[in-house]
């Protein structure tokens, strides 16, 4: 297999794409900042030093967050559906963002309730993506008795449906200090990340797709099939574990900090297969932090853009865009089975 | 090569028996064929000889050594198994199929030496799929999928293939050449191939043995003796169906 093949020009775009919507990225906002002031900002040579707050203490981070948002949940959403060989999978319909919130929502409310405060980041992160996990692993002992992908998609979605009914009884026992501070956590956005949280994020998504990339070989060979993989030396257990493990803590460190952002785990490793014509990792994996990074970018631009002074929220934004590509999946049976 | 004694086969999550009693052998370089009613258990017995399941008791051995000694990765050096149930990936490339069987002999990246990709085109050829390289594995047809399963076997290089009903979907004149290359593959290169068919009278012509599937039986027979026997036949054929 070569390793870019007859893709460079679709690679080369996307390439292009990604530091062109950064850069619109850093542009949009409440305040009017030129392109050569940010440049200059940037540099270290401010002109204005509110400008200067502005680009580097919101939307440089938000806009690094957005990367690292889209890379995470694209590599999941692909991890996902290779592990259940289903083209509709992603962590936000298999319930794994549910689970995260119902981990956060143990530790925020359970803290309060043991007189702790939760003010460091590790401790949220940790509980999302245990719960991430949680649910993965529940959905992945599923799979081993339940073979037919529609029934395991609608357990996902009710194994989702139970950590919201358990988010919901903790919200009903909580206190308003309680209530405010989880609530707070789900409205959750790409702004509330800080450049001293950055690298948390930074380094759980680099970790992560690292070892997802090392994988690919194996994770070609899941795709013709569990018992062919096996004749070929592929150890399931080690892979199918680093396949959760990997996207429990991509799905899970988003919902952390950004709260659960929809539909983007889905719909990013689609188009790079029908764009790419190809499920060869090697080359899905680049392709997909590739596309997965503008489109969250993207979204971040319009959910700038129509108010002047509003941001409206990036989940809805994702959503908006993603459910109309799922529905043209679903509906064009021939592309739901391509690649699996 | 190949030795299964007083083995109980039977279906995953069963405790039954599928197949009672088994004894059975393979020597290097021989071709076996299973002949038996759909249902009778050759598919079972095949996964059994893969690890692709485990015998309810008994021993299976490979060269000499038990079979669950053996991990999947060494297997997979030794084994090449072609399933009657295969998956295809429909964006792959015929080449790019294939090419899984050169899975133990790439890099950690999977990336194909100058020697993989000669394999690989000699085997296209010695399969006459090699017009065939460039299409999608949802552009081409049953029998030629079939013609790509066997030449992903082929490109693992390994001194045993396991194949299960690896020409049903081929018409005679496939079916006549894919036979021949089999017969060729053991004679020349020493290749020891177990398979289970359906086209008696041609797998009979190029194997050594029989395994005849039958009652929860298996027997092995040696291939020119099954040829002329009338009793064999009918198992096969069914009693009303031989004059």
Do not use: R, V
């Given at each position: 297999m070569k390793l870019l093949g007859n893709n460079r020009l679709k690679f080369a775009v996307l390439l292009c794409l990604l530091p062109l919507l950064f850069i619109v990225d850093l542009l949009v906002g409440s305040a009017d900042i030129a392109l050569n002031e940010i440049w200059l900002i940037l540099n270290g040579?401010?002109?204005n030093e509110a400008n200067s707050i502005i680009v580097l203490e919101s939307r440089l981070p938000k806009a690094v967050t957005a990367v690292f948002v889209g890379i995470a949940l694209s590599i999941s959403g692909l991890l996902m559906q290779n592990l259940f060989q289903n083209p509709l999978a992603g962590p936000y319909i298999l319930g794994v963002s549910s689970g995260a919130g119902l981990g956060v929502a143990i530790l925020i409310m359970g803290a309060a309730f043991l007189g702790l405060s939760i003010g460091v980041s590790w401790s949220i992160t940790l509980a999302a993506m245990l719960g991430s996990i949680l649910v993965l692993m529940v959905l992945f002992f599923l799979s081993m008795k339940i073979k037919d992908v529609m029934t395991l998609l609608i357990l996902g979605v009710m194994i989702g449906a139970i950590a919201t009914a358990l988010i919901g009884i903790l919200q009903f026992f909580s206190t308003d200090i309680q209530l405010k501070s989880f609530m707070l956590w789900t409205l959750g956005s790409l702004e509330n990340v800080t450049n001293d949280e950055l690298p948390i994020i930074g380094f759980i998504v680099f970790a992560a797709s690292t070892l997802v990339f090392l994988s690919s070989k194996s994770m070609n060979a899941l795709l013709l099939g569990e018992e062919y993989a096996k004749s070929i030396g592929v150890s399931i257990v080690k892979n199918r574990l680093l396949i959760i493990l990997c996207s429990g803590c991509l799905a899970g460190v988003v919902t952390a900090y950004c709260g659960p952002i929809g539909f983007v785990g889905i719909v990013v490793p689609h188009l790079c297969r029908l764009w790419f014509q190809t499920t060869d990792h090697l080359k899905l994996i680049p392709a997909v932090m590739l596309m997965g990074a503008s489109v969250l970018l993207f979204s971040d631009v319009v959910s700038t853009l129509p108010l002047e002074h509003v941001k409206l929220p990036i989940n809805s934004i994702t959503a908006l865009m993603g459910i109309p590509i799922i529905l043209w999946i679903i509906l064009n049976r021939r592309t739901i089975s391509s690649g699996f | 090569m190949i030795e299964i004694k007083n083995a109980c086969i039977g279906y995953n999550g069963s405790t039954k028996c599928l197949l009672e009693d088994v004894h059975l052998e393979v020597d290097r370089g021989e071709i076996v064929v299973l002949f038996g009613d759909n249902g009778a258990g050759k598919s079972t017995l095949l996964k059994v000889l893969s690890k692709h399941l485990a015998a309810k008791s008994g021993q299976v051995s490979i060269r000499q050594k038990s079979i669950s000694d053996w991990t999947h990765k060494e297997l997979s050096a030794q084994l090449a198994l072609v399933l009657s149930n295969a998956q295809y990936n429909p964006l792959l490339s015929v080449w790019e199929f294939i090419s899984f069987g050169r899975f133990r002999f790439t890099n950690w990246l999977g990336i194909h030496t100058a020697n993989d990709k000669k394999i690989i085109e000699r085997i296209l050829e010695v399969c006459d799929i090699k017009e065939l390289k460039s299409k999608k594995m949802n552009e081409i047809s049953d029998g030629e999928k079939q013609k790509a399963l066997l030449a992903r076997a082929l490109a693992q290089e390994t001194s045993i293939l396991i194949l299960d009903e690896?020409?049903?979907?081929?018409?005679v004149k496939n079916t006549m050449n894919i036979l021949n290359l089999l017969s060729t593959l053991s004679k020349e290169q020493g290749k020891t191939i177990v398979f289970s068919s359906h086209r008696i009278s041609e797998s009979a012509a190029i194997a050594d043995k029989i395994w005849l599937f039958d009652q929860n039986k298996v027997q092995a027979i040696d291939s020119n003796t099954f040829r002329s026997s009338k009793k064999h036949q009918e198992v096969i054929y069914g009693k009303e169906n031989i004059s």
């Open positions: 040579n401010p002109i | 690896p020409t049903t979907h081929l018409d």
